[in-house]
């Protein structure tokens, strides 16, 4: 085992990321477990179908690799799999071990120890366990191994899954129990190296772009193909991010890629529905079913027959309603308010999204745990615009376009200029797409307003009309509320590559003393201490008279940084930053 083991070190370790080096990590998996099973009594009655690593944490998936057991081609993108289900994740953190289990049974066990069932269903979870198991079956899926996949620490951070399909061997043990060693050294030795790997790929191979995704740079590259392996199963999908990341766009995304492409897509703004008409909202009424209700009205699980309901804010749902949703997801049933004639059965595909903590919710009593479970299925964590610089460039192209397309007139192209959009790089983005689509919007007009004559040769946005449409946000929005140029971004890089190549030994917070000496250059610029600090947003310093001390810990920085380089500090900065020490003047 040691050379072959080496070998696969080998490959892992030359993987560039998280997706080929778990399937170099899956292939002498697959082969331990068919050689088990070749050499075993089910011999000619069982197949292997696939194996899987799935990269995740309690609060949510952050990769997902899939090598089918008889794939000739193992850099095709992860296809089907059976247990992206929270169901699988919790038998394993449960018995923080190896579990094997029967699905057509519907019975998990360690599988050291076969004799003993990990727990049982709860009355209110049969319908909706039976029904995840009639999934994986319809995946072929008869028996499943799950393992550990612990990091460097030791932590869960997420799991080996493999899959076979064998009626024979129904409630057997199977063949997980003869080749768990050579399976356990193989989780234990590549789990910690594949947890370290990051998930994102090369730019050139991110997803290709659709109408519903018209930008996927290198960040979101991963988490977009999760949701196309998640799009094909019918398990809850938890969008999480924050307002305006572009929770509804994706939960689109995910519908189009689906079974249910062709079908509705239904969403429900939670926090745009009063408490009291959520229910209604949902399920539906009849006529004088209360006060005020004139005719019938169809809620949006009915609209969203056969296709997706995406339910945002979800940690906007009162309670009351909480209950009534737990029981449409389980049971797949619901009564429209005032209804006599009996329960409808739901037909839909749930996507829910949120910005909560729904863990923090549910441990303030606010949000039921049971729900919690039922919708943190496939959870996927959506980035901050800040966290995909990627994709802005791409993204104000795009939201410019729209804009420009949706003018009566025809202006020739839209086009924004290389230092409007060093703007928008550097800028916080709070408000994440949807604040970027508001500058923008603002930044298009006042391109118009300036040159009026221009849309017939096109429209350019400029960083002028950038650097205004910032300020209307706010200071805090604006980046140094100052232009940047290109030249200017240049000439930091230059500065930090030759800081970088003359020193031996520099520690990263030692760069810190930069801002040093863009205080005393704003000394120097403004003339007079209230001048510099007001140019640098730092007023409230003045005002509280705490300017000096700032001026004296910048003056301490200098000396230190130099001291390290062995360097005498320039007697210009540390005079403009009040520095009193003669002999350093």
Request: with cysteine.
């Amino acid at each position: 085992m040691r050379d072959p083991l080496r070998r696969v070190l080998d490959e892992v370790r030359g993987a560039g990321a998280f997706e080929p080096a778990a399937r170099a990590a899956l292939a002498p998996m697959l082969a331990c477990v068919r050689a088990a099973l070749a050499s075993s009594r089910f011999a000619g009655k069982g197949i292997l179908a696939r194996a899987a690593a799935h990269l995740r944490t309690n609060e949510a998936y952050r990769a997902l690799a899939v090598l089918e057991a008889d794939a000739s081609d193992p850099s095709g993108e992860a296809g089907s799999v059976a247990t992206t289900s929270t169901r699988a994740w919790r038998w394993l953190d449960a018995a923080a071990e190896p579990v094997a289990v029967d699905v057509v049974l519907g019975r998990a066990h360690r599988i050291a120890d076969p004799e003993r069932p990990l727990g049982s269903e709860a009355a209110a979870d049969a319908s909706h366990h039976q029904r995840s198991l009639r999934q994986i079956l319809d995946t072929g899926t008869t028996h499943m191994a799950l393992l550990p996949l612990r990091d460097a620490a030791g932590v869960l951070a997420g799991m080996w899954s493999i899959e076979a399909e064998c009626r024979a061997a129904m409630g057997s043990a199977f063949v997980w129990g003869e080749c768990l060693d050579e399976l356990m050294l193989l989780a234990d030795v590549l789990g910690p190296l594949l947890a370290a790997r990051p998930a994102a790929r090369a730019a050139a191979e991110a997803p290709d772009v659709d109408p519903f995704l018209p930008v996927c740079g290198p960040t979101m590259a991963p988490i977009v193909r999760l949701l196309r392996v998640f799009a094909a199963q019918e398990e809850t999908i938890l969008l999480h991010g924050p307002t305006g990341v572009g929770k509804s766009r994706m939960a689109r995304y995910v519908h189009e890629r689906s079974p249910r492409r062709g079908h509705p897509f239904e969403t429900v703004e939670l926090l745009s529905v009063p408490a009291e008409m959520q229910a209604g909202e949902l399920f539906g009424w009849r006529k004088g079913a209360f006060t005020g209700a004139t005719g019938d009205h169809e809620g949006s699980v009915a609209r969203a027959r056969g296709g997706t309901l995406f339910l945002d804010e979800i940690d906007k749902l009162s309670l009351a309603t909480q209950a009534s949703l737990l029981q449409l997801i389980e049971a797949r049933r619901y009564r429209a308010l005032g209804d006599a004639r009996g329960e409808r059965q739901a037909d839909v595909r749930f996507v829910v999204g949120t910005n909560a903590d729904l863990r923090s919710e549910v441990h303030a009593g606010r949000f039921r745990e049971d729900l919690y479970y039922r919708i943190h299925v496939l959870p996927v964590a959506l980035p901050r615009l800040a966290d995909r610089v990627d994709e802005l460039g791409a993204w104000a192209l795009e939201l410019l376009r729209r804009r420009h397309g949706a003018g009566d007139d025809t202006r020739g192209a839209v086009s924004l200029t290389e230092d409007a959009e060093a703007l928008l790089r550097v800028a916080p983005w709070p408000g994440n797409l949807r604040q970027l689509d508001n500058v923008l919007r603002r930044a298009y007009v006042m391109a118009l307003a300036t040159d009026p004559d221009e849309g017939r040769g096109g429209v350019v946005v400029r960083a002028e009309h950038v650097e205004t449409s910032l300020g209307s946000e706010g200071r805090d929005v604006v980046p140094g509320r100052a232009r940047v140029e290109r030249a200017t971004t240049d000439e930091l890089w230059h500065v930090a590559r030759r800081l970088v190549a003359r020193v031996e030994r520099l520690d990263l917070d030692d760069a810190t003393v930069f801002r040093s000496f863009v205080l005393a250059a704003a000394i120097e610029r403004a003339g007079t201490l209230d001048g510099a600090f007001a140019a640098l947003g730092r007023d409230a310093l003045v005002r509280s008279r705490n300017h000096h001390k700032t001026m004296q810990r910048e003056a301490e920085r200098v000396r230190a940084f130099c001291e390290a380089l062995g360097e005498q500090p320039p007697a210009p900065v540390l005079g403009l930053l009040g520095s009193t020490d003669p002999s350093e003047i």
